[in-house]
């Protein structure tokens, strides 16, 4: 097997010298965080360093304001359901299922062609919410997961406020590839993802407002001030800690990986001319290239990707031991062609230059031979 060049960086990041070294010393301590002898305590110290550092990389108001979870789908569920007085939720239509999934009663505004929610659907929505009865929630992603489109968020939180809507962002693909400040976005709630950041899969967060209280979807202990029962994962969310510490210090670098996108994605249109970019003329994080080349199967372009060493994603991988063809290009209007053939390469804190040049000769060589098949 060749040496594998990982390029899904959006699915899952690799996780973090730093992280897996702290990790790895916790996970020798035999204790329960919520213990008051010496080892219990050492944990906790633990946890509440890694809420202290989440507050201060993303300006949170207090550390008290942070709630770890299992992960942003935990997180996104719970505030999706838990808000107090809310009976309105208004989503996008390219949000991650997590939020489209969470409850049968959501308002879905339409998006335009490079996925950004439309401003003026989104309002129609808030009018008619507010003639209701009932609080209003607007959820919208802060950078989407497939394309790494960045979505008009001040905008979104202004127009929300005019109707008394409260705000919650899922935030799972901004954090360490664009600046999160949660005061200034002036959000009630925002919602983390470990493994995205460099932490382990299984850990979490929600960031809360001050006054902005969220019904505990776990219930039946007093952890995490009484907003999320069960004991803490001690490990991983001092590795989260640790990843969010090097995330933040680390997006000049991350955006530097732009260079190395546009690279790629010039080489992609000079050797498949007909390749269509999502989301190339809207705001987009640097490291993400979300492309399709009609003609040319999405799973089989992945599978020879993979058998050349190279690791992408064809659909998205949500789910356990699938993908899924992509209901983001469905919402952004793209053609049945360009869904079945669509491919999403994003690159990460471990990504070089050398793996770029690599995807491009995997790329000529897989689609000089495809199309050789195909004509014959």
Known sequence: MKNNIYLDHNASTPIRPAAFAVMTELLRAAANPSAIHKSGRFLRAHIEEARERAAAALNAETPENVVFTSGATEANIAVLNGCSDVRHVIVSDVEHPSVRKSRDDLAVCPVDSSGLIRLEALEEALREAACKEGGILVSVMMVNNETGVIQPLPEIVALARQYGAFVHTDAAQAFGRVPVDMQALGVDALTLSGHKIGAAQGVGAMILRSGFTVRPLLRGGGQEKGRRAGTEN??????????????????????????????????????????????????????TCFFATPGLDSQALMIALDLEGIAVTAGTACSSGSTRKSTVLAAMGASQAEQDSSLRVSLGWSSTAEDVDAFIAAWQKICTRMKSNNAA
């Open 234 to 287: 001690a490990a991983a969310i001092a590795g989260f800690g640790a990843a969010i510490r090097e995330a933040a210090a680390g997006i000049e670098t991350y955006q530097a990986l732009s260079a190395l996108r546009d690279r790629m994605e010039s080489e992609i249109l000079r050797i498949t001319p007909e390749s269509v970019i999502f989301g190339r003329d809207a705001p987009r994080t640097a490291n």
